[in-house]
């Protein structure tokens, strides 16, 4: 790297370092100290008790396993509404499509808040949905979204689906002319041409798509904390509740370290996946 | 024609396809293609000629009007059981299969597999002239080896019809030449009916047996090379069929006879009854360079211009003489006359064709 561009690079590397390696490299220190007895100081020296008491603790471990399988639920679920809508914006939005992509960008840019407030006056058990059902008469008393596993996941689903829609759009747009119609005349029910040249061609989308909504679930504290209320505990509202409320600052540490951990693993999962993906023989 | 006629394979009747805008793309288009015949759509871009390929491949549904291939209606089959092969102009590899699996596309989705498909991708690949690179991905080809793929996945699975759209298109020149040929060769000697859409009149000239015409959705023409070319059916296929293509020029009647843009034209006899008979309409006189020579003097089929310019051509010359605002290019092998100089083209009879200015229809010579 030449001498201009680190002067260009500077202010952008002393900002990171700053803002984001220094209080990770504190945070990753102090999840291996612990407090001391009926203090909120922490004791002296260094040990792996936090990480211990996640791994003993079937409290945290059924934690672990609800925000894993809550995020990939949310992932699948995302896939499944992201597909065919892409399709249509990629296919034939035509002039539209800068509207739309802006529209779907609405949720990402406005903050995880003001959707989430939105959603619970939606799923409350006076919400609008509730009142839906019950007009049509598909059920007589409240359906419980609020404080539910389901609750949380339709959450997720609404806060992160952007995440999964722009890398599919992006990558639908760039299918190769004509290869969806050569399969046809080749023989190809329509079925077949998804899964035989559809799919494969876009896989690096759905994954891109997949990690993020993965990560972006796995961390969230908004949507859990404000539709869970307080009764689905994740890893988010876990290290929040730790840190702020226990004021257990060492284990909510080594939560949020055991979290960006996790975070690294799906990233290196789907780097890996795109690897394998670019090279396989046919 | 003295050639024995074989039965129509592919018959086109009154389609016509909107697609929703005021004017439609296709304006009652009725075509035959005759089993084993080569027939090519030309025209300029947007007349029409794509629309109509993918009607025929069931990628468009036409707005009105019937088709049928081998006796069968084609009109309420879907396009994957159709059994028409098509090459595309961006040839539409499957980029994340390799040659080989590519061609086994279309025998996988018949049921054809193990040994049978092994040998007949082998004869494709030999036909095409690509043994040995069916293990590459396509983005490791040439564009003509891409192209050859393409060809080799739309003849693996024996189609009744083969629809090329565009298929020298994205070739450089040179390619261009030999390809030809080549698509050219392989048609006579699988006698597959073909249908290929291009713009370029050469390649729809020398590669097809029979060529439709087409412009502004309507098909002008449909008849062999050598009729359109010898006698095509409006001022639009003359000048756009032939290289050099025809130049038209308006004949007007003058007080001491005929002119062309100022200057003395002598018609024959027959050719100046024609033009009497428009009732002092000008007519448009087609005319093809390759057709004109100079002579000594005027006389009878002779026009009188002014040397414009000339070019060597290698071995002859091209002149461009002036007739008023007109141009018209005469080749010849002598010296050419200097700049300025008064010069008299004579024009072949038989080769002199005159079309309505306003209809651009042809006018009969009586």
Redesign the interface.
């Known amino acids: 790297m030449n001498k201009r561009a680190l002067m260009l690079l500077l202010p952008a590397l002393i900002l990171s370092g700053i803002v984001f390696l220094l209080p990770f490299l504190w945070l990753f220190v102090t999840s291996f100290r612990v407090q001391g007895e009926g203090s909120l100081l922490m004791a002296e020296g260094f040990s792996a008790a936090n990480y211990a008491r996640l791994v003993s603790d079937s409290y945290f471990a059924e934690v672990f396993f609800r925000t894993m399988w809550m995020s990939a639920a949310a992932t699948v679920i995302s896939l499944v509404i992201a597909l065919p809508m892409a399709r249509q914006i990629a296919v034939s939005a035509g002039r539209a499509k800068g509207l739309l992509l802006a529209l779907i960008l609405v949720p990402l840019v406005s903050g995880a808040l003001l959707p989430t407030l939105g959603m619970l006056h939606l799923l409350g058990p006076l919400g609008v949905i509730n009142s839906i059902l019950k007009d049509f008469g598909l059920t007589t008393k409240s359906v419980k979204f609020l404080g539910t596993v389901p609750g949380v996941i339709i959450g997720l689903v609404q806060a992160f689906l952007p995440l999964m829609l722009l890398p599919l759009v992006n990558a639908l747009s760039r299918l190769?002319?004509?290869?969806e119609?050569?399969?046809?005349?080749?023989?190809?029910?329509t079925h077949?041409v998804w899964r035989?040249?559809i799919l494969?061609?876009v896989a690096p989308g759905i994954i891109a798509g997949s990690v993020l909504v993965f990560c972006a679930s796995l961390t969230s504290f908004v949507t859990p904390q404000i539709l869970g209320q307080g009764k689905i505990a994740t890893f988010g509202t876990m290290a929040y509740q730790q840190a702020s409320l226990v004021l257990d600052w060492p284990f909510a540490s080594a939560v949020a370290v055991v979290m960006l951990a996790i975070l690294a693993l799906g990233l290196a999962v789907g780097s890996l996946a795109l690897k394998l993906l670019a090279r396989?023989?046919? | 024609m003295a050639e024995k006629r074989a039965p129509d394979h592919l018959v086109i009747q009154k389609v016509m396809k909107n697609y929703g805008g005021s004017e439609p793309a296709l304006k009652s288009v009725s075509l035959n293609v005759r089993k084993g015949e080569f027939l090519a759509l030309l025209g300029p871009s947007g007349c029409g000629k794509t629309t109509l390929l993918k009607i025929i491949?069931?990628?468009e549904k036409a707005t009105e009007g019937q088709m049928a291939l081998a006796g069968e209606g084609l009109d309420a089959i879907?396009?994957?059981?159709?059994?028409?092969?098509?090459v595309?102009?961006?040839y539409?590899?499957?980029?994340?299969?390799?040659v080989?699996?590519n061609i086994r596309?279309?025998l996988d989705?018949?049921g054809i597999k193990g040994d049978e498909a092994d040998q007949r991708i082998a004869e494709v690949l030999e036909l095409v002239k690509l043994e040995g690179l069916s293990g590459r991905m396509p983005n490791a080809l040439s564009g003509g080896q891409q192209q050859r793929v393409?060809l080799a996945?739309?003849l693996v699975?024996r189609p009744k019809l083969l629809l090329l759209d565009e298929p020298l298109s994205n070739l450089d020149a040179v390619l261009r030449k030999s390809v030809r040929v080549d698509i050219r060769e392989l048609h006579e000697r699988i006698g597959l009916t073909t249908v290929m859409v291009t713009h370029d009149q050469e390649e729809a000239m020398s590669m097809a047996d029979r060529v439709a015409v087409m412009a502004n959705g309507y098909v002008l023409q449909h008849d062999t090379p050598e009729t359109i070319y010898e006698h095509p059916a409006s001022a639009f296929v003359a000048t756009f069929v032939g290289s050099p293509p025809a130049i038209l020029l308006p004949v007007e009647k003058t007080p001491d006879g005929y002119g062309i843009g100022g200057t003395a034209f002598m018609p024959s006899k027959t050719l100046s009854v024609a033009i009497d008979l428009q009732n002092g309409k000008p007519v448009l006189l087609g005319l093809r360079s390759d057709r004109l020579s100079f002579a000594d003097q005027a006389g009878p089929l002779t026009i009188t211009g002014e040397v414009h310019s000339s070019e060597y051509i290698g071995g002859s010359w091209l002149v461009h003489v002036a007739l008023g605002e007109h141009r018209i290019a005469v080749p010849t092998r002598a010296k050419p006359p200097q700049f300025g100089e008064a010069v008299h083209i004579r024009i072949d009879e038989a080769e002199t064709l005159l079309f309505d200015p306003d209809t651009g229809a042809k006018v009969a010579l009586p």
């Not at chain 2, 879907?78 to 098509?86: E, L, M, N, Q, S």
């Not at chain 2, 539409?92 to 390799?98: G, I, K, R, V």
């Open positions: 190769p002319k004509d290869v119609a050569a399969a046809e005349t080749l023989g190809a029910p077949i035989r040249v494969p061609l396989r023989p046919a | 491949a069931g990628l879907p396009t994957y059981k159709r059994d028409i092969g098509i595309f102009q961006s539409a590899l499957f980029p994340h299969m390799t080989d699996a596309f279309g989705m018949r393409a996945r739309a699975i």
